[in-house]
Nanobody, 112 residues
Framework: QVQLVESGGGLVQPGGSLRLSCAAS????????MSWSRRAPGKEHEWVAN????????NYADSVKGRFTVTRDNSKKTTYLQINSLEPEDTAVYYC?????WGQGTQVTVSS
């Protein structure tokens, strides 16, 4: 069955960085576009970024453009979200997803 497993979250100080990973299985990862979203406490899901199946095309929400970078390694069936210059407003559970399938999320907390 389809599985998406995020990892790499944690507690980080403002200005810090994290690299989130999403390991996929159960579907043809190499031929599908992948997305990342987040949900901050008390807020709706916010789409963050997506990446084409080849990795050549990426798109970002304005709120993260220039700070977040999405990549993928099709040989490892994994997509990554590098998040830099973290701000307290980036505190959220981060999810990768494809079609109607979502991972369980990984918590990112930005606090001094």
């Amino acid at each position: 069955q389809v599985q998406l497993v995020e990892s790499g979250g944690g507690l980080v100080q403002p200005g810090g960085s994290l690299r989130l990973s999403c390991a996929a299985s159960g579907f043809p990862f190499a031929i599908v576009d992948m997305s990342w979203s987040r949900r901050a406490p008390g807020k709706e899901h916010e789409w963050v970024a997506n990446i084409s199946f080849s990795g050549r095309h990426t798109n970002y929400a304005d709120s993260v453009k220039g700070r977040f970078t999405v990549t993928r390694d099709n040989s490892k069936k994994t997509t990554y979200l590098q998040i830099n210059s973290l701000e307290p407003e980036d505190t959220a559970v981060y999810y990768c997803h494809w079609a109607d399938y979502w991972g369980q999320g990984t918590q990112v907390t930005v606090s001094s």
